[in-house]
């Protein structure tokens, strides 16, 4: 769970980056009112509001607090990476509600007024994330709104959370990564299921068919888990083939790829969707669109960009670079939030028991964008 915490704490204070070797008279005058500031090398981070919480004994106790509810939050949670993305949204909202634009200094008549309301909303943002109804109340996808309007779906997924992080807890490093990777897959599968992927912003009363589906699946995996009686190898780790080369084969491949390459430190996947399928008796050529969300700044020419989204990406135009694929090259990092879409077709070959994916990395894609988290 380090690199998680970390990240989220990055998230909270370091998006670092050398600043200009000329300060400007309202930097240099914020920088007399934070009595950290030198002793931290804050003049190293660009971005004013993390300047306030580096240089500031209260501000940075306030940040230390929000950083343990985080944890505690991360704690409570089997699928954690999207908590990532929620903070990263929340972290520019705060900014911008206090009063900071982008990379503009503070001006040190408005230095009280943002400090104040800085303190004000990290204080309120850590307890907030201590309600473990947050949880609920924070999801951003259609299946999440439905299931936290049900007292009885929320308290299923619950139970169902509670069991999942029983089992993955007895696992070792690696097998939880992949675990992780597998119940990010079983929800995704499950939205595909119940007919609620890109229904965010429909109101909560059409999704109300969903609710039955939803039930079942919560019920039908908490059966699973309880049939293991306390054995995680027993439901996460098995290669099972998919019956058809369809949509679920294609996650399922995907989902092995990103465990397999610890992708999931830096990019969570969000939606696949298999756009076209070639089909004879014993092998498929499966063309699938994946999206991801960034939820830590990885350069967008390196080994994480090649691994885990296929490609190296052109950072002026969101489109792939497959040429350089394989070559590190310093450069612009995606931001967090930041959405990319790759279309790679996967080959599938008929076994015994269904169809399996001969795939082990996403590299090359036929196509790509990478668009948002600006």
Known sequence: MRFIVLTMLALLALPAAPASAQSGPSESSIADRLPLFAKNNCQQIRDPGNQLFCGDAELAAAAEKLGSAIEARLARLPDRLPAIEENATWTRQRNLGCGIVGQTAIRSDEFDQVRACLLKVTEERAAILRDPDFDCLAANTAAGAVICADPSLALSETELNGQVLGLIGKLDPTAARFAYAEYGRWTRERDRKCNLVGKENVPLAELESAEDCLAEYLKRKTAEIAAAKGDPKKVFGRQIAARMPDTD?????????????????????????????????????????????????????????????GTCWDPRTGLPQPGTVGKERSGEAFNVTRRLRIQRTFAFVKAADGWRCREDELAPVNSGTASGGS
């Not at 397999?260 to 089909?279: K, T, Y």
């Not at 999206?291 to 080994?303: N, W």
């Open 249 to 309: 084969a294609v996650d399922f491949c995907a989902a092995r790829i990103h465990a397999a390459n610890s992708c999931g430190n830096f990019l969570r996947i969000n939606r696949v969707h298999a756009l076209d399928i070639q089909l004879t008796d014993q092998d498929a050529q499966v063309t699938g669109e994946i999206e991801m969300v960034v939820l830590a700044p990885f350069t967008t020419c390196s080994k994480v960009a090649s691994s885990c989204t």
